[in-house]
């Protein structure tokens, strides 16, 4: 096995410091993690995704890199998810990781790894830098996720070049209404063993625009396949990137409010809003997602389309805001190591 990779203990003081700050300038929101989409071309197709299709009549546009900046500036968020769309097609997403880098932002940069291998030379390895690298399976469940065959092996073979060059690699899944539990648990297993610091996991949204509406999970369902893949008697060799507050949730094991609004996106057309799987429209101000007026209309119970919602980009950062006033659920957090965080989400 591996050598058990390490997330940065800067990233949990940096993180617990913005929290404090923000807390005493009594701001009621705010953003944990920027989430940009600097392009929404991607070179798959995947079933369960909605964005090259919800964004088919700007596909062909690219954020400038100044632009992107910007966006993460404006945001402020310590951490920034770079997804998209495929964000390594971006043709100066070297420019964009290593300037953030350079202004010491927690970067991580979601991939399907077909062109890592052309990109790493020109993104140095950094403690402030992270691939996430998509694996929904083994190789047959995952290449038919992404209606490709040889993909697997690829984002394998990325995985391995990158960690032996010194990069931090996790990698995220996405659980549909026809993942095979056995199969994602010999995959966390198989990730865990090449090195990555951890998995990410969430169920699926359903988002309108993706071609299979059959595949997307109910909240019942979603809990019933979570209590059997993350029994704790059978996830032994299994290296989660959640906080154990977020999988207890998956569970069924808690219940919080969506706190989408900590994690805004960025895209080619602004500002996603309210949050990461709708976008009733653009916003041009950061400062627009904020507004309590706008979440007296979203969430669990007030839009029928927060029903079956539990992904981490508006849950997993609902579990950080609640441990902040609940000293029990901070232990935990501390205790695990998942605190700094922050409810990471990637696309």
Known sequence: MAKKAKRPVELSLRL?????????????????????EPLEMCNLACVGCGRIREYRPVIDRIMPVDAALAAVK?????????????????????EIINQLVAQKYFVYCCTNALLLERVLPKVPPSKY???????????ARHDESVARQGVFQK?????????????????????????????????????GNLGVEGSMISPGYDFKDAPDQDLFLTRNESRRVFRD??????????????????????????????TAWSNPTY?????????????????????ELFQDSLWEKY??????????????????????FQAVS?????????????AHKGGLSVG
């Open 326 to 338: 609940t000293p029990r659920d901070w232990v935990t957090l501390i205790k695990s190591g998942a």
């Open 267 to 287: 895209t080619v057309l602004g500002w996603r809003k309210p949050c990461y799987p709708l976008a009733d429209s653009h916003a041009q101000d950061v400062n």
């Open 155 to 191: 984002a394998v073979k990325g995985i391995e070049l990158a960690l032996s060059q010194g990069y931090r690699v996790c990698t995220n899944t996405t659980v549909f209404r026809n993942s095979d539990v056995e199969d994602l648990r010999e995959m966390f297993r198989f990730a």
């Open 74 to 94: 404006e945001s402020g968020a310590p951490i920034v998810s770079i997804a998209g769309g495929e964000p390594t097609i971006h043709p100066k997403i070297d």
């Open 16 to 36: 617990a410091w913005y929290m404090v700050k923000n807390r005493l300038q009594r701001r009621r929101r705010f953003p944990l993690v920027t989430m940009l």
């Open 299 to 320: 969430g669990v119970g007030k839009d029928p389309r927060c029903a079956n919602c539990m992904m981490h980009c508006g849950f997993e950062s609902a579990t950080i």
């Open 129 to 139: 830098f992270c691939w996430v690298v998509h694996l929904d399976g083994m190789e």
């Open 229 to 258: 893949l993350l029994d704790p008697a059978k996830t032994a060799g299994m290296r989660f990137y959640n906080n154990p507050l977020y999988l207890n949730f998956l569970r069924g094991g808690r219940e919080y409010q969506c």
